[in-house]
């Protein structure tokens, strides 16, 4: 675990060097942004000034105690860079996000960003996408029209449980995990969920992310997108 924390850490110390004075920031949720945002929460100390927009109640709660200046997503046309970890991730920079359950404003903070850094450790890089079920926000009253849809689909959808109540995200919607296995084509298994009524989002970042930062037990590794011709 140690040695996971330590990958965590040096990821979010490589991508909080993009930083700049001014900047409008996506501030992501889960263990890696965790470090991240700490990080930054020492560049204000020290002088820093930003904005930022959180992705989560968990990480407004962090930001703030940090004395992070914080807006809504709905004050800002677009963010300058957003630090964000992954689930699973490909070599195209293909993403399975959303398993902490913040899976709508991460999405959203995405769509808006101009440069999207993720972090994470060295067990989030796979060779196909899947192995991670894919979070599926969904309407409460739907909940298991969708999951019918996916299990008719060819996958297996499981509605995601807090104790005995179904679970809950930041929005107050509900959660299906969609297992299609390892795939050949995200693309295609975006399409669909994201044609399904009562799907809000689905957690393939397909084509968001510019840049992944790795840490490993030897420092980080970066990945970024082949430039085309």
């Known amino acids: 675990m140690d040695d996971i924390k330590n990958e965590k850490q040096a990821a979010a110390q490589e991508a909080v060097k993009l930083v700049e004075d001014g900047?409008?920031?996506?501030?992501?949720?889960?263990?890696?942004?965790?470090f991240a945002i700490a990080e930054i929460g020492?560049?204000?100390?020290?002088?820093?000034?930003?904005?930022?927009?959180?992705?989560?109640?968990?990480?407004?709660?962090?930001?703030?105690?940090?004395?992070?200046?914080?807006?809504?997503?709905?004050?800002?046309?677009?963010?300058?860079?957003?630090?964000?970890?992954?689930?699973?991730?490909?070599l195209d920079l293909n993403l399975i996000k959303g398993g902490g359950g913040a899976?709508?404003?991460?999405k959203m903070v995405a769509r808006i960003t101009n440069r999207q850094i993720i972090i994470g450790d060295a067990s989030k890089l796979v060779d196909k996408l899947g192995a991670f079920k894919i979070p599926v926000e969904v309407l409460p009253f739907t909940?298991?029209?969708?999951?019918?849809?996916?299990?008719?689909?060819?996958?297996?959808?499981?509605?995601?449980?807090?104790?005995?109540?179904?679970?809950?995200?930041?929005?107050?919607?509900?959660?299906?995990?969609?297992?299609?296995?390892l795939m050949d084509d995200p693309y295609s298994v975006?399409?669909?969920?994201?044609?399904?009524?009562?799907?809000?989002?689905?957690?393939?970042?397909?084509?968001?992310?510019?840049?992944?930062?790795?840490?490993?037990s030897d420092g980080v590794e970066v990945y970024e997108l082949e430039e085309e011709g």
């Open 42 to 90: 020492e560049m204000v100390k020290n002088g820093l000034s930003v904005t930022a927009v959180p992705t989560s109640s968990r990480t407004e709660e962090q930001a703030r105690s940090l004395g992070i200046h914080l807006v809504s997503i709905d004050d800002v046309d677009e963010i300058d860079l957003t630090i964000d970890g992954t689930d699973e991730f490909d």
């Open 103 to 106: 899976l709508l404003k991460e």
């Open 190 to 216: 975006s399409d669909f969920l994201n044609d399904v009524e009562g799907v809000v989002c689905n957690g393939l970042f397909l084509d968001m992310a510019e840049l992944v930062i790795i840490g490993t």
């Open 23 to 34: 900047m409008v920031l996506g501030l992501g949720t889960g263990s890696t942004a965790y």
């Open 143 to 181: 909940v298991h029209y969708v999951k019918r849809m996916i299990d008719g689909a060819g996958g297996t959808g499981h509605i995601r449980m807090n104790g005995g109540d179904f679970y809950l995200t930041d929005e107050k919607n509900y959660i299906v995990d969609a297992d299609f296995g």
